[in-house]
């Protein structure tokens, strides 16, 4: 059952990674369609880090989660 779980997790992350980028070149698109070059990037350059940061968090809390085994009630 773990292992099966472990396994749906990689591609829910994969994509929410693939998403990030995403987005990260989406900004990145615009700014040099418009000209603008890569500086403007540095001002959504938080949101990048907190969004990067939130998905690892979550990634290491549901593998953590799998790894605990669940009590059977022995003693």
């Known amino acids: 059952m773990e292992e099966k779980r472990k396994q749906g997790l990689v591609p829910h992350y994969m994509k929410a990674y693939l998403s990030l980028l ?9 700014s040099l369609a418009k000209g603008a070059g890569w500086k403007p990037l540095l001002i959504p350059l938080p949101l990048f880090i907190i969004l990067f940061i939130g998905i690892t968090y979550q990634l290491i809390k549901e593998l953590r989660s799998t790894k605990r085994k669940e009590p059977t009630g022995e003693r």
């Open 22 to 30: 995403a987005v990260i070149g989406f900004f990145a698109g615009i």
